[in-house]
């Protein structure tokens, strides 16, 4: 696998609660990517990152923000968690916009 | 946005035998298709993928085909074994965004 690691990889949370997630690569890729994946849906692209401080919205953004302030570092933040944000979060990293390896994901429940 | 469709959503075969999953995308855009294979608990894994340019693909027993006029494009799996179990999912892109198949899980009965 390549040097990825997400934290923390499990996380219970209360609704209306902040929440932030770290994914770390050792690659020095240039890429970043957060999805979350839901039963039926697969996985659906949140937030990437191109480049330190260049990020962009996916096809489902809305209530996530994120911020890469280091080439190995990209942070997904739910500023105030609801149920529906209950999901399994996976990080991803490409060298190029091709190939992505993922990360081995964070579990977070909203109650 | 790009729509990707996969099926179907669940397929079992006979140890030995072959399977086929299939995907349409809405993009014509769209240049790269990889498919993942998804593990229960694990993480999904970049299995094989193939560029807009290119009509086929094989690695050992795992190929894919695309077809970009039809906007569809294929996986197959032949000698199938257990180990071969799982969700398997596919994407398409244009470069940066990713749009992913709503997956099909394999089952390989020994």
């Known amino acids: 696998d390549a040097g990825i690691t997400q934290s923390p990889r499990h996380k219970v949370t209360e609704t209306g609660t902040p929440v932030t997630l770290r994914c770390h690569q050792t690659e020095n890729h240039r890429y970043m990517y957060w999805y979350r994946q839901d039963p039926g849906h697969g996985l659906r692209l949140i937030h990437y990152?191109?480049?330190?401080?260049?990020?962009d919205k996916g096809e489902v953004s809305d209530g996530y923000s994120v911020s890469r302030s280091k080439t190995e570092d990209f942070l997904l933040t739910l500023e105030s968690a609801t149920s529906s944000q209950t999901s399994v979060y996976f990080c991803a990293i490409s060298e190029t916009d091709y190939e992505q390896y993922f990360g081995p994901g964070t579990r977070l429940t909203v109650t | 946005g790009e729509n990707v469709e996969q099926h179907p959503s669940t397929l079992s075969v006979q140890e030995g035998d072959s399977a086929v999953i299939k995907c349409t995308y809405s993009d014509s855009a769209s240049n790269y298709f990889p498919w993942y294979k998804q593990e229960l608990g694990k993480r999904p894994q970049l299995i094989i993928d193939i560029r807009s340019n290119v009509g086929e693909k094989k690695d050992q027993r795992i190929a894919v085909t695309l077809n970009k006029t039809a906007k569809h494009f294929s996986l197959h799996i032949t000698e199938t074994q257990p180990e071969d179990s799982a969700v398997y999912f596919c994407?398409?892109?244009?470069?940066?965004?990713?749009?992913f198949g709503t997956g099909t899980s394999l089952t390989v009965i020994p």
């Open positions: 990152s191109y480049g330190v401080k260049d990020t």
């Open positions: 994407a398409s892109s244009t470069g940066n965004q990713f749009y």
